[in-house]
C-alpha cells in the first residue's frame, strides 16, 4: 500500500519543526559544498508549479565542465542540513553531471544560514523571477501567500523579501485573517492556493456565502475598524454619515436599502422619515400615480 503524496503545508511544518528543533549553527557562510551535503524540498521551495525542465537541466549539465563549475545555488540552513531555496535546475544539473563524470563536484553556493523559514520562502520567489526563465505572477503570487500564511514579519519585510508588492501582501493578511473566520487554517490555505484562497474570500466560490457567511465578514469588518479606533466618530454619526457619502455617494442610498437598517431604526428616525415623506407629498415630489399596493 503506498503511502499518500505529502502536502506542500506538511513539508513546511516538518522544515519548520526541523529548524526549532536543532540548536545546531552552520558555523561560517561557505561558499562552496560537496553535491551530498545539498538537500532539496521542492514542496516547500520549488516555486515553479510544473517543476523541473529536464530538457532545461540537460542544457545545463552540459554547459558544466572542470573549468566552468560557477552554476551558484543558494541555500537555507534548517538547522540540520543546507537545502536549496533557489536553482533547483541547477542542483539537478550537477547531479547528472556527477553521474555521467564519475567524479565528486564541489558546487558554488549563496549561503542563508540565518534566516528564517518564512523568509527562505519568500525569497525564493524572488530570487527565481530573476532567472533567465522567470516565474508566472501567479507562480510568484502563490509562493507569497505561503509566505504570509506562516506569519512572520511585517507587511515591509514579507514585501521586500518575496518581491510583491505591499498591497498585495497587505490584501492577502486580510485574506487570511477572514478565512481563518471559517474555520480554515494556516496548513489548509497553503494548500488551496494564493488563487483559490482568494476566490473564497471575495466570495465567487460555489460555496454557499449565505446569512451566516455575511455575518462572519461584518464581524471581521467590525473588528478591523475597532483597531484602527474610530469609534470616537460612532458619537456624531452627522461627521460618520459625511465620511461614507465622501468615500461612496451611493453607499448612503444603498445603507437605506439594507436588512439590518430597519430593525436599527428607532421612533425619533421613523419620525424624522415619515416627516420628510409627508413634505415631499406637499411638494408634489412623490407620485403614487399607477404604483399597485403588493
Known sequence: MSCPAEAPSAAIERLRAEREASSLQSGKSPRKLPLSAIHVEPLAFQVRSDGLD?????????????????????????????????????????????????KTLAVPVVAHPDISLGDAIGMAGRLNNREKVKISKAEMLNNAWRMVCLGEGSIKQQSECSGVGKSTISNMRQAKEFLATWGMSPSSMIDAGWEQSRTDWKGKSHR?????????????????????????????????????????????????????????????????LEEVDAEEVEEGGLSFEGVEDF
Open 54 to 102: 529536464v530538457d532545461r537541466v540537460e542544457e545545463i549539465a552540459r554547459g558544466l565542465d572542470g573549468s566552468n563549475l560557477d552554476e551558484t545555488v543558494h541555500v537555507w540552513w534548517s538547522g540540520k542540513r543546507w537545502i536549496v531555496i533557489d536553482g533547483h535546475h541547477r542542483h539537478a544539473a550537477y547531479s547528472l553531471k556527477q553521474e555521467q563524470s564519475g
Open 208 to 272: 454557499d456565502h449565505g446569512p451566516d457567511a455575511l455575518e462572519l465578514m461584518a464581524q471581521s469588518l467590525a473588528k478591523e475598524l475597532a483597531e484602527l479606533k474610530v469609534t470616537s466618530i460612532l458619537k456624531s454619526p452627522d461627521v460618520l454619515a459625511r465620511a461614507l457619502e465622501i468615500m461612496s455617494p451611493a453607499l448612503l442610498g444603498r445603507l437605506l436599502e439594507s436588512e439590518p437598517f430597519w430593525p436599527a431604526l428607532n421612533v425619533t428616525g421613523r419620525a424624522i
